[in-house]
């Protein structure tokens, strides 16, 4: 399968009420020759190469995400290993992370004896406590370098006592013959056989990845190994050996530490412990090799985006590319500030490419956009860039003369209608110090006074003798919070005497 790129643009449309005659056209771009530093939120995406090898956004492989039933996890994403769950307390390692990973950001190389790293569980732990287990699953990527005969990449060794009689237990993950073998020796309680061995039957193959998992379920007594989903061995560790039989429950002894790559050499990538079995939608995901996606898909969010005055979005343009079987879902939202948003409020609204919508406008604007893989989770949309296209209010011009009149104890202000047809109305403004209008001793509010759509206003309550700066500015007919420049500064004085004015 080919993907398809294109260019698809996407048109937002306001109203405000203007007419599109007066209005001043800008746009925003997010992400191409800027890269995406204007995100809020991403969830399953990441970033990668797209079109003209400008950086674009496109969905995460999947990696496992903490949840109740989660006892261990190794992302090896992050510049410290650590476990994701908090359960597990890093007592010693040798692994060093690498930026070549199967899931996720990160993996960890590891150098036969000098590599390894040691875990010890807590309480809350399947290997921090003694006792009934339950259901589990281990499971991690392995990328082997040789895998020779006898190199471990799990180990775990304890005992417990059985009989009045201290009995081995032994958990291990090997290699031999070019194949996994898992061991469990003495851990299930009552059954026949003292060890319980699954060995693979596909070949390992230097340097490529694949997904390794054991599970057992307590249910029904099923203990199976599977690479990339597909099963390699099963025992049902019951009385009888068989189904629908009494199931032999895993009981572990003293508490012991759990070593990963104690002798392996290779990568090893998202290693997980959950107290669950696999279940056949589990199974049935990430089975692909390194091209695997969540099917949930992800989601980005930018920041809202603050545009210079009120403006209504008209269109976002967005570069991307949507193979067959893939979608992306836009989302936008606007409104006059945003303070007090959340994830729901304002409300987003789902938009269609190359659709006309209604009902968005403010000064800011906010976009989201979920990417959704196919349905085997193989193939993954991106986006490029997005470029907001929105018109702003324009500046209406400012009257072109001003002229004071002082009175005693006010000035009269008187000014001719600006030639700027978009003008709804005039500001005064006016205070002590030139170019500084601070005023708030007049009777008719502080500075700036609303003069409605009128050439003269008065302003009384003024300090005889002293002077006073004027000057006044048009607003918008279409939104009063939209103010021009001012006009040219003018001075009085007043005084129960009549003074010359400029």
């Given at each position: ?361 403010g000064q800011y604007f906010q976009v989201a956009a979920e990417l959704l893989p196919d349905g085997g989770g193989t ?124």
């Amino acid at each position: 399968m080919i993907a398809s790129t294109k260019k698809i643009p996407i048109f937002f449309s306001v109203c405000l009420l203007i007419s599109s005659a007066f209005a001043v056209q800008k746009s925003h771009v997010i992400g191409g020759e800027r890269g995406w530093n204007d995100l809020e939120r991403a969830d399953g995406v990441t970033t990668g190469v797209g079109r003209f090898g400008y950086e674009c956004i496109t969905l995460d492989t999947a990696v496992h995400a903490v949840t109740g039933t989660t006892d261990l996890l190794l992302t090896f994403d992050g510049s410290d290993i650590r476990d994701e769950a908090g359960h597990y307390a890093v007592i010693a390692n040798d692994l060093t992370r690498t930026e070549d990973a199967v899931r996720g950001h990160g993996a960890a190389q590891s150098r036969g004896e000098q590599g390894g790293i040691t875990l010890r569980g807590d309480a809350r732990s399947i290997f921090g406590q003694t006792g009934l287990v339950g259901s589990f699953t281990i499971e991690f990527w392995l990328a082997p370098a040789v895998a020779d005969d006898g190199e471990t990449v799990l180990s775990w060794r304890s005992s417990r006592a059985a009989s009045r009689y201290p009995q081995y237990q032994l958990i291990t993950a090997t290699f031999s013959h070019n194949h996994l073998v898992w061991n469990f020796s003495n851990i299930f309680a009552g059954y026949a056989e003292r060890d319980v061995t699954l060995t693979g039957i596909t070949n390992i193959i230097p340097y490529q990845w694949a997904r390794h998992s054991v599970s057992f379920d307590q249910e029904t007594g099923l203990l199976e190994y599977r690479v990339d989903g597909r099963t390699e061995a099963l025992r049902f560790v019951t009385l009888g050996g068989h189904e629908n039989d009494t199931v032999c429950e895993p009981v572990l002894g003293v508490v012991a530490d759990l070593e990963f790559c104690p002798g392996y050499t290779g990568k090893i990538d998202n290693v997980t412990i959950e107290t669950r079995a696999r279940s056949q939608e589990d199974i049935a995901l990430y089975t692909d090799g390194n091209e695997a996606y969540s099917v949930s898909g992800g989601r980005f969010t930018t920041r809202p985006i603050l545009v210079s005055r009120p403006a209504k979005l008209e269109a976002v343009d967005a570069l991307m590319s949507v193979p067959a079987q893939t979608d992306v879902r836009l989302y936008v939202r606007g409104g006059e500030n945003c303070w007090g948003w959340t994830d729901s409020y304002p409300a987003w609204q789902e938009i269609a490419a190359g659709e006309r919508l209604d009902g968005v406008n403010g000064q800011y604007f906010q976009v989201a956009a979920e990417l959704l893989p196919d349905g085997g989770g193989t193939t993954s949309p991106s986006i490029t860039q997005l470029e907001l296209r929105y018109s702003e209010v324009p500046l209406p011009a400012a009257p072109f003369s001003v002229r004071a009149e002082p009175g005693d104890g006010c000035v009269t202000l008187s000014w001719n209608y600006s030639i700027d047809d978009t003008a709804g109305g005039y500001y005064v403004y006016y205070g002590n110090r030139s170019g500084e209008y601070l005023g708030r001793v007049a009777a008719e509010g502080a500075s700036p006074v609303r003069a409605g759509n009128v050439t003269s206003l008065t302003l009384n309550g003024l300090k005889n003798g002293a002077i006073y700066y004027f000057a006044v500015s048009s607003y918008s007919r279409a939104d009063d919070r939209v103010i021009g420049q001012l006009s040219q500064e003018v001075f009085a004085r007043p005084g129960a005497k009549r003074e010359d004015s400029r």
